[in-house]
């Protein structure tokens, strides 16, 4: 809820505000690894510091996202739940993910 946006109303002001800029892209459809993603790896961060054990992960859409799943597998996220059309797409991305950190290495 980091915008504050219900997924009820969005659609009504969520195009304006991204033909105004005010905003990168519509957060239903973008996960914004740059701002909220910070917010979500200050979490983990802090969580993990109080329970070295604790599992982290996200529900919704934002899962099945590509560019989202990578970033999460990053940020040290145990799982990612999203609906059933999206599960290959995120499962083949946090393996993209782990071989391109095995790669860097």
């Known amino acids: 809820m980091t915008f504050g946006f219900s997924r009820d109303d969005v659609n009504a002001i969520v195009k ?5 800029k005010i905003i990168p892209a519509d957060p239903f459809n973008n996960f914004d ?13 802090r969580g993990r510091g109080t ?3 604790l599992k982290c992960g996200v529900c919704g859409e934002h899962g099945g996202d590509p560019t989202a799943a990578e970033f999460f597998y990053k940020v040290g996220m145990n ?3 999203c ?5 290959p797409v ?7 993910a782990a071989i391109k950190e095995a790669r860097e290495k």
């Open 16 to 20: 304006t505000y991204v033909d105004e």
């Open 33 to 45: 690894t740059e701002c909220v993603g910070e917010l979500v790896k200050i979490g983990i961060e």
């Open 51 to 53: 329970r070295a054990a």
């Open 79 to 81: 799982y990612v739940s």
């Open 83 to 87: 609906s059933p059309f999206r599960v």
């Open 90 to 96: 995120a499962r083949l991305a946090a393996a993209q």
